[in-house]
């Protein structure tokens, strides 16, 4: 994993990448809007409060948990991985201001979707944070499948302005909800690249006020669909699978994305021929 680090540093540094690229305007902790006062606050948080209360709630089978690598159980070895990528990952997001994180690849099937649930449980293995999950991989979708998740309204419809975001989450934790779409979508890139998805995701925004959102986004190779919505995002964080991906692969997706939005990290996954001491292993590096 060391010398995939290595390799990528060079590649990096051989076409001077490291400058921040260009902020999703002014976001987050840094957006202003003014102190309204206590009491203003107070109904905000109840405001909240309400919206996450009202959210239908979900609970998977604990065999899905199980079969699709999903720990759930912070006191697992496994969990250690992501908990170290959670607190990364907040760390940047409180730097810089960020609220929405999209999480691709260059190639398929290198374990984004298995990557944004985990991270986004771990996430939620604290309290004080809210997240949200959304499948942004509207050709191939998952997560239905995946978490065996009844029907609601499709998370597209939602970026379309159709439905609204209540009518299509759902809440596994009081601190976790998920959006998904339940089947492929051929104009995929459409939907993700309309300016109406960026409205409908600040109102999802306002209403819910979720500490992070993230996305899980398709692999970048095989279409258009990660660019047309990556100025929607703050930062995006890129997964390689150990022994499939390469580096120039992943230097090429890393330079096509600095160009638009922030790129937070390269995670390095299914890394256990690499480092069996570890088994079931990522690798960090930005
Ligand atoms: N670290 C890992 N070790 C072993 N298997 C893994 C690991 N991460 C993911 N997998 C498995 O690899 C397969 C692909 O994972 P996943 O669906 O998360 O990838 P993906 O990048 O989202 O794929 P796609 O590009 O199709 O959306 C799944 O069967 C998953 O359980
Ligand atoms: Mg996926």
Not at 168 to 173: G, Q, S, Y
Not at 238 to 254: G, H, R, S
Request: with cysteine.
């Amino acid at each position: 994993m060391e010398k995939i680090q290595a390799a990528l540093a060079k590649a990096r540094a051989a076409r001077g990448a490291g400058a921040a690229a260009p902020a999703r305007g002014t976001k987050g902790a840094a957006a202003g809007g003014g102190y309204a006062g206590p009491a203003a606050a107070f109904a905000g948080v109840s405001a909240t409060s309400a919206a996450w209360s009202s959210l239908r709630a979900f609970r998977p089978a604990p065999e899905v948990f199980l079969r699709n690598h999903l720990i759930e159980d912070g006191d697992r070895r496994e969990a250690t991985t992501f908990d170290v990528m959670r607190t990364r990952l907040l760390q940047a997001i409180r730097t810089n201001g960020w609220r929405r994180v999209a999480i691709t690849s260059p190639s398929p099937a290198c374990g984004k979707t298995t990557i944004s649930l985990n991270l986004g449980l771990s996430l939620a293995r604290q309290p004080e944070l809210r997240v949200i999950l959304v499948e942004a991989d509207l050709r191939r979708p998952s997560m239905v499948r995946m978490l065996g998740l009844p029907e609601t309204a499709p998370v597209s419809a939602v970026l379309s302005g159709e439905a609204e975001f209540g009518d299509c989450a759902l809440r596994l934790a009081d601190n976790l909800a998920v959006a998904t779409n339940p089947a492929g979508l051929r104009n995929s890139a459409e939907i993700l690249g309309q300016p109406h998805a960026a409205t409908a995701l600040e109102r999802m925004e306002t209403v819910y006020a979720p500490t992070v959102t993230l996305f899980d986004m398709p692999p970048m190779m095989t279409g258009d669909d990660v660019m047309a919505f990556v100025d929607k995002v703050d930062a995006v964080l890129l997964v390689a699978a150990a022994e499939a991906t390469t580096i120039k692969q992943i230097d090429l997706c890393e330079r096509e994305l600095a160009a638009q939005t922030n790129v937070m990290g390269v995670v390095v996954n299914k890394c256990r021929f690499l480092d069996p001491a570890d088994g079931y292993a990522y690798g960090y590096g930005s």
